[in-house]
């Protein structure tokens, strides 16, 4: 969901995230930075972790500390200073990259999903819900993704030919890509399974802070790992057909 900003909406992500070698071509074109380079601004680097870890992290110290087990304040109104707590932080971090003129399209989207997963936890009065959204998003992309698997369409061969190949889709006609698309596709719906499916299991059994902590620690290594992997699968493939094309 969006709240998970750097996680946020798969379709978004894999569109930006996927900026790697573009298909082999004799008449290569200007090179692009280094791989770890790419890596490490396409996922924000740990700022971009701590920009998005801050609301999440904000919903369960509120909830923890005002809550019954500390402070002992009525469940609702403990709920709605967390909300409150989580949605003002999205604002702070918002403003502050405003200020700073940097982009704020990731925090947009990150405020975005915060108020939609405090309306659902106020509107239910259950603070597991404020993650139910993200986890119901990410089951949705994961099938999303098997879907153009089934049908031959991958999903992450769209994403690097619109972001790195400029546009142009003609991996189609590289079987070798076509491939290394097919299976890392598969990839992306295993890992997105695994996080949604984590989240799920402790939604089902009402451990709202165990959500936020698993949301922070286990959800970005398992995204961040999965991109990295995507990102040296794809360079490995195109790195051997560049040396190939320049032997020829």
């Not at 509120?62 to 109104?77: A, D, I, M, P």
């Not at 598969?186 to 984590?198: E, F, M, T």
């Amino acid at each position: 969901m969006a709240h998970e900003t750097v996680e946020e909406r798969l379709a978004e992500d894999i569109v930006e995230e996927l900026d790697l070698h573009p298909v082999p071509q004799r008449d290569e074109e200007e090179p692009l930075p280094p791989l770890s380079e790419q890596i490490a601004e396409q996922l924000g680097g740990v700022r971009g972790l701590i920009e998005s870890s801050i609301p999440v992290l904000a919903f369960v110290v509120f909830n923890v500390l005002l809550g019954e087990s500390v402070v002992g304040l009525e469940k609702r109104t403990a709920l709605l200073w967390a909300i409150v707590g989580s949605v003002g932080s999205a604002l702070v971090i918002g403003g502050v990259r405003l200020a700073r003129k940097q982009p704020i399209r990731h925090a947009v989207n990150g405020l975005f999903g915060i108020a939609l997963g405090a309306y659902f936890a106020w509107k239910s009065g259950d603070a597991k819900n404020f993650y139910l959204p993200g986890i119901l998003l990410t089951f949705a992309q994961a099938g999303a993704l098997l879907l153009s698997v089934v049908f031959r369409k991958p999903a992450i061969g769209y994403a690097w030919g619109i972001m790195a190949n400029k546009g142009r889709q003609d991996w189609f006609d590289n079987a070798r890509l076509f491939r290394t698309f097919q299976w890392l596709t598969l990839v992306w719906v295993a890992s997105l399974a695994l996080r949604a499916g984590i989240q799920f299991y402790l939604w089902k059994l009402g451990e709202a802070n165990a959500l936020g902590i698993v949301r922070i620690l286990v959800s970005w290594p398992i995204y961040a790992a999965t991109f990295a992997f995507t990102a040296w699968a794809i360079h490995r493939v195109t790195s051997a057909q560049q040396s190939e094309l320049k032997e020829a």
